[in-house]
């Protein structure tokens, strides 16, 4: 007996290969996604904006990485605590106005030089719904625990998203010195503070917008991860206890979906190979001063060397 109906999952053409580098942006299911390709040891950056929800934000990022030009001081704030910018995420705050600066401009220099060599790039949204900061009339990443009141919020249309988004293709495909293959997704944490309605408005629209995307473009593909946790899972056992963000176990799952249909089948040996290095190098020892232990460790050290030999192109680091 079947107790559940599967997501079906589309064969893509062509898949994800070591020694290609994935850009990975979005909300914070990109980032779950970006975690387990570096944990495979496959060459991705993810989010040098930080975690982005909205298609805006994705695309102000990506113009913001072709002029890698220094921070704007004025774009900067300090907002009671912390130095902050409203298109940088929280993580890139710092006590000391230069430390801020130090980060936000060496994430955006390194992608600058990460992005000439993308071959794929994932792009997850998150929402539809954006805050546009009054003074500047601008759409931003983050609010920082600004009032509300210095922003005007809004849902953005269908076509605002498609446009958005074929603006932020254009970029990469002009900065990449590689013909981009782009996925899309729609993260399947539910922005419950909209209201269920409201979220499900949301992400209707992403859904939309992307579809229109890959119907006309050929190089843009549609990964199912909304519906997998949504329609295949749906089961609140499979939610993390904030009942919004999926667990380890259903993002583990739909990440074997993932693997499964966008990683190149014939290296598989390689990644089940990295995952035997990674399991014994988690291992911990009972006793780590013991002769066995010590023993434990020259033969993974030995069959990692073997293994960088063999395959010079894929970092063990």
Do not use: W
């Amino acid at each position: 007996m079947k107790f559940r109906i599967e997501t079906e999952i589309p064969d893509y053409t062509p898949q994800i290969r070591y020694g290609e580098a994935v850009l990975s942006l979005g909300s914070c299911f990109s980032v779950e996604m970006a975690s387990r390709l570096k944990r495979l040891k496959y060459k991705v950056i993810a989010n040098p904006a930080g975690i982005t929800f909205n298609p805006i934000s994705i695309e102000h990022t990506l113009k913001m990485i072709k002029t890698d030009d220094s921070l704007p001081e004025e774009s900067v704030f300090f907002n009671g605590s912390v130095y902050c910018n409203l298109h940088f995420h929280g993580c890139f705050n710092h006590v000391e106005k230069e430390e801020h600066i130090k980060k936000v401009e060496s994430s955006l220099s390194k992608a600058s030089q990460f992005i000439k060599n993308t071959r794929f790039v994932i792009l997850t949204l998150g929402t539809a719904y954006v805050h546009e900061h009054k003074e500047s009339g601008q759409i931003v990443n983050n609010c920082h625990k600004l009032p509300a009141g210095s922003f005007i919020k809004r849902r953005l249309g269908v076509t605002e998203i498609y446009e958005s988004l074929s603006t932020s293709l254009a970029l990469i495909e002009e900065l990449s010195d590689h013909k981009v293959e782009a996925l899309f997704a729609v993260s399947p944490v539910r922005h419950s503070k909209e209201g269920l309605h409201a979220n499900q408005l949301s992400k209707a629209s992403c859904l939309l917008a992307v579809d229109q995307l890959c119907v006309e473009k050929a190089h843009c593909h549609y990964f199912p991860s909304y519906e997998i946790l949504v329609d295949e899972l749906r089961d609140y056992r499979y939610y993390k206890e904030d009942m919004v963000h999926p667990s380890g176990q259903a993002a583990d799952f739909i990440f074997e979906k993932f693997s499964s249909a966008l990683l190149a089948e014939d290296e598989q040996d390689i990644r089940q190979q990295i995952e035997k290095i990674n399991n014994a190098k988690a291992h911990k020892a009972f006793n780590p001063d013991s002769e066995q232990h010590k023993l434990f460790l020259e033969k993974l050290k030995e069959e990692t060397e073997a293994f960088c030999l063999k395959y010079p192109h894929i970092d063990m680091g």
